[in-house]
Structures are given as structure tokens and as C-alpha cells.
């Protein structure tokens, strides 16, 4: 298996972003998995009724994009993911796309641990911030 990037090999600023389209089949799957069936995401007539005026992603849904691009791409494989602070900024309407750009804030050598700012963006709009901790495995694991 290829390991992410060592702790030895990350700098502070490093950056990388994640892009994913949020569709409908992703928001019904994830009601499915979750068991999160609230209507404000699945039932467009009653999410008409909301302030969002249609159906909204869930926001953990948006936030799992923050784990899929620290755990394929920075850290990468391998990281184990210890915390993550989440701010719910905006909705994420079907059909956006969802930006997300982690960068290394701070590191720990000597704790092998990783501080990363997360910041997810639709159409430029920021719609979910956060930080998270994550343990880098030696390169020899």
C-alpha cells in the first residue's frame, strides 16, 4: 500500500484542494447510510417551504469531503484522522460543487501529529470551516 505524505515531508502552508459535485444519489445515499432522512433533504416539496427554498446536502455530508481529501490526498493513506472542529457557514444546494482546501496549519514532530485548516466553498461562498488533528504514521509503516 502507498503511504500519503511523511510529517517529515509536509511544510506549513502546504495546500491541496478536493473537488466533488454533490447529486442527488449522493444525498439519498447518504440518508440511507446515516439513517438521516430529514425531509429539508429529500422531500423538495417540503424543503420549498423552508428558508432554503429547495433541498439542502446534508452538512455532514459536505464535511466528509474534508476526510476524503485528507485521507487520499494530505495527509493521505495512511493518516489517522484524531479531531475536527466543524462551523456550518451555508447551504450546499444539489448540482454545486463543493471545493475543499486543506492546508497544513501546524505540526508536532515529535507527536507525529498535524494541524489542518479546512475550509469547503461553493460558487466562491465559503460553507464550511474547521480545523482538524491528524497522527502521520512513521515513513517505515
Same mark, same amino acid.
Given at each position: 500500500?502507498?503511504?500519503?505524505?511523511?510529517?517529515?515531508?509536509?511544510?506549513?502552508?502546504?495546500?491541496?484542494?478536493?473537488?466533488?459535485?454533490?447529486?442527488?444519489?449522493?444525498?439519498?445515499?447518504?440518508?440511507?447510510?446515516?439513517?438521516?432522512?430529514? @425531509?429539508?433533504?429529500?422531500?423538495?416539496?417540503?424543503?420549498?417551504?423552508?428558508?432554503?427554498?429547495? @433541498?439542502?446536502?446534508?452538512? $455532514?455530508?459536505?464535511?466528509?469531503?474534508?476526510?476524503?481529501?485528507?485521507?487520499?490526498?494530505? @495527509?493521505?493513506?495512511?493518516?489517522?484522522?484524531?479531531?475536527?472542529?466543524?462551523?456550518?457557514?451555508? @447551504?450546499?444546494?444539489?448540482?454545486?460543487?463543493?471545493?475543499?482546501?486543506?492546508?497544513?496549519?501546524? $505540526?508536532?514532530?515529535?507527536?507525529?501529529?498535524?494541524?489542518?485548516?479546512?475550509?469547503?466553498?461553493?460558487?466562491?461562498?465559503?460553507?464550511?470551516?474547521?480545523?482538524?488533528?491528524? $497522527?502521520?504514521?512513521?515513513?517505515?509503516?
Amino acid at each position: 500500500m502507498t503511504l500519503g505524505y511523511t510529517l517529515e515531508q509536509l511544510t506549513i502552508d502546504q495546500q491541496i484542494e478536493y473537488r466533488k459535485t454533490v447529486t442527488q444519489t449522493d444525498v439519498q445515499a447518504f440518508a440511507e447510510i446515516t439513517g438521516d432522512t430529514n @425531509p429539508v433533504h429529500l422531500d423538495a416539496e417540503f424543503a420549498a417551504t423552508t428558508s432554503f427554498g429547495q @433541498p439542502i446536502a446534508h452538512g $455532514m455530508l459536505t464535511a466528509g469531503f474534508i476526510s476524503a481529501a485528507i485521507g487520499t490526498q494530505l @495527509p493521505g493513506p495512511g493518516c489517522i484522522y484524531l479531531e475536527q472542529t466543524l462551523k456550518f457557514r451555508a @447551504p450546499v444546494f444539489i448540482g454545486q460543487e463543493v471545493v475543499t482546501t486543506i492546508t497544513v496549519a501546524d $505540526m508536532n514532530i515529535r507527536r507525529r501529529r498535524a494541524t489542518l485548516k479546512t475550509v469547503c466553498e461553493c460558487d466562491g461562498k465559503v460553507v464550511v470551516t474547521g480545523e482538524a488533528t491528524i $497522527m502521520i504514521p512513521a515513513k517505515d509503516v
